[in-house]
C-alpha cells in the first residue's frame, strides 16, 4: 500500500469519526428546543442552533463529496468551516468550564484542520471525469 493510500485511509477514518460526531452533537442543538438550549451555553439558542446547521452541513460536507465524486474540493472547505467552530468551541469552552474540559474540542479542532489539510494537499479527493455528451 502506498503512502498517500494510508494516508487517504487514515483520512477516511478521521473523516467518518468526526461526521458521525458533528452529526450528533449539530442535530442534538436542532432538536432540543430553544428555551432548553439556552440553559446549556452562555451564547444566545439561536446562535447555537446556527451553530447547530453548520455542523450538520459541515459532517455531510465531511463525506458526501467524496462518496459521490462530486464536488470534493468542498471536503477541505467544510473541514475548515468546522476547525473555525471548533476553536470557538474552545475558547468558549476555556472561558466558562476551564481548560480541562477544554481538551477535547481542541482534539476535535485538530482532526478537522488535519483532514483540511490532508484533502487539499496529502491525499486529495479525485472527483468523477464526465464524458463529453
Do not use: D, H, N
Request: net charge positive; proline share 8%; with cysteine.
Amino acid at each position: 500500500m502506498t503512502t498517500t493510500k494510508r494516508a487517504s485511509a487514515l483520512l477516511w477514518t478521521v473523516q467518518a469519526v468526526l461526521a458521525a460526531l458533528f452529526l450528533y452533537a449539530g442535530g442534538f442543538k436542532l432538536a432540543l428546543p430553544l428555551a432548553a438550549l439556552a440553559k446549556l451555553s452562555p451564547l444566545p439558542a439561536p446562535f447555537l442552533k446556527f451553530v447547530g446547521v453548520c455542523e450538520v452541513t459541515g459532517a455531510i460536507g465531511l463525506v458526501l463529496p467524496g462518496l459521490l465524486k462530486i464536488r470534493t474540493g468542498l471536503t477541505p472547505l467544510a473541514a475548515a468551516g468546522l476547525v473555525v467552530i471548533m476553536v470557538g468551541a474552545t475558547v468558549v469552552t476555556v472561558a466558562t468550564q476551564g481548560v480541562a474540559p477544554a481538551v477535547l474540542p481542541f482534539v476535535v479542532g485538530i482532526l478537522a484542520a488535519t483532514v483540511a489539510y490532508g484533502r487539499w494537499q496529502r491525499a486529495p479527493l479525485i472527483p468523477l471525469r464526465r464524458e463529453p455528451a
